[in-house]
């Protein structure tokens, strides 16, 4: 059975930083695209930043390049995102993704993919 589990968010001032962990289990790690997607209140989810399964390749929204940084730990089969100078519009509750398509420009969960539960950004001026 896969389980997809973040952690790390919380509340945290303008310009601080936080970094994300999605700890996984039931797949073959090194097999899968990941991503992390975000969702606001009242808003769509969107993509954030993907990585393909040996980290060779990324992709970042426009919104937080620069500032955000995917990786991933083969040893502990956990997928991170590390994100400094954050700002009020990056409050949102941040979803892990196994199972992603992603190219240049786009990044989207596969239907075959699988959500975490999330966990909650948020951001204060």
């Known amino acids: 059975q896969v389980q997809v589990v973040e952690s790390g968010g919380g509340l945290v001032q303008a310009g601080g930083s936080l970094r994300l962990s999605c700890t996984t289990s039931?797949?073959?790690?090194?097999?899968?695209?990941m991503g992390w997607f975000r969702q606001a209140p009242g808003k769509e989810r969107e993509e954030v930043s993907c990585?393909?399964?040996?980290?060779?390749?990324?992709y970042y929204a426009d919104s937080v390049k620069g500032r955000f940084t995917i990786s991933r730990d083969y040893a502990k089969n956990t997928l991170y995102l590390q994100m400094d100078s954050l700002k009020p519009e990056d409050t949102a509750m941040y979803y892990c993704?196994?199972?992603?398509?992603?190219?240049?420009?786009?990044?989207?969960?596969?239907?075959?993919?699988?959500w975490g539960q999330g966990t909650q950004v948020t951001v204060s001026s």
């Open positions: 039931g797949l073959t790690f090194d097999t899968y695209n």
């Open positions: 993704a196994v199972g992603v398509s992603f190219s240049t420009g786009w990044c989207k969960k596969a239907n075959s993919g699988s």
């Open positions: 990585i393909n399964w040996s980290g060779s390749h990324t």
